[in-house]
């Protein structure tokens, strides 16, 4: 079986390499520290624990950016995760900003993608709005799972300045989480983007982390064909396809938006 899991050595030198690249990002673009979005999910958890690791916590800014759409326990975690990491937090309610956008345009009220991307939207407005009037970068928590598939919302989400743990999978997340001292009930916590109400990572994508974690270790970024992936992890060619579809279709989040070719 293939595994994506570190090793215990791997973990420090994990924790290590995360940490450096974000004190590089920062020193590099001459910035007065990060800011963050914390929504008591484990990915911007974990990247809130290394951002203070890297840069001490008076160098971490925090939003807590709740819609009426999100779980109050969530809510409660990203607050406590604050005030366990002892960094400055802001509590903004995003819901009038998108009563507003839905006055502006209410052709998309009741559109539950639209409606739920435009709260991600709005969410990089704000992180923005304090990275602009602070000096600071935007930290983004995308990992590599996320990245694969495409499943963050382009502009939304995904607008930020790096992706500290960009390169681990969900399993690595939670592993490293666990390693740095994130408590177990946040390191275990069910996946939720939280843009629509009950809405999880893995009834959306149709698949679970861990057999999308163990397709892309071992066909996407890995050298198995679709027949020794499904040999290796007892899966059927159809899951290996929709994954590997998946990750097609997602091509033109990861790039930058393309130009014609200068006439020449
Ligand atoms: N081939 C192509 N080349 C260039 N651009 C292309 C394109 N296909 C679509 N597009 C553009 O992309 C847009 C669709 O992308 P987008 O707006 O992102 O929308 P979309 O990918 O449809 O939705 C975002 C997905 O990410 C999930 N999500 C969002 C935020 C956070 C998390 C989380 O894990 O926490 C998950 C969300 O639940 C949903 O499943 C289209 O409206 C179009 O503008
Ligand atoms: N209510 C919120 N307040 C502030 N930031 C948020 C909120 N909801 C989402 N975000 C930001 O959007 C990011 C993407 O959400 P995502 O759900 O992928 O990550 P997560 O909640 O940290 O972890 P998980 O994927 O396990 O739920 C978050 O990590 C966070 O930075
Ligand atoms: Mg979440």
């Avoid at 694969?148 to 681990?168: E, M, Q, R, S, W």
Wanted: hydrophobic share 40%.
């Amino acid at each position: 079986m293939i595994d994506p899991r570190f090793s215990e050595a791997e973990l420090d030198q994990c924790r290590e390499h995360i940490t450096s690249f974000i004190r590089e990002q920062i020193a590099a673009a001459n910035a007065d520290g990060a800011v963050l979005g914390l929504s008591g999910g484990i990915d911007s958890t974990l990247t809130g624990h290394l951002a203070v690791d890297a840069l001490g916590a008076d160098n971490l800014h925090a939003l807590v950016l709740p819609a009426t759409v999100s779980g109050d326990e969530n809510m409660s975690d990203a607050e406590r995760v604050a005030r366990e990491l002892d960094i400055t937090y802001d509590v903004i309610e995003i819901e009038p900003l998108i009563d507003s956008l839905l006055t502006a345009y209410p052709e998309a009220k009741g559109d539950r993608e639209a409606v739920g991307n435009a709260r991600a939207r709005v969410r990089a407005v704000l992180n923005y709005l304090v990275a602009n009037h602070e000096n600071r970068l935007v930290l983004g928590t995308g990992n590599r799972s996320e990245a694969a598939v495409g499943y963050f919302t382009k502009y939304g989400d995904g607008a930020v300045d790096c992706h500290p743990i960009g390169n681990l999978y969900k399993a690595q997340v939670r592993q490293l989480a666990r390693h740095v001292g994130v408590p177990e009930d946040l390191a275990s916590k069910t996946a939720t983007a939280e843009l629509w109400t009950d809405q999880t990572d893995e009834d959306e994508l149709g698949i679970s982390y861990e057999t999308l974690d163990s397709i892309l270790v071992s066909h996407i970024d890995g050298p198995l064909s679709v027949a020794a992936t499904c040999r290796e992890l007892d899966v059927t060619p159809e899951t290996v396809d929709r994954v590997r579809e998946m990750y097609e279709r997602s091509e033109h989040k990861r790039r930058a938006p393309p130009s014609p070719d200068p006439l020449t």
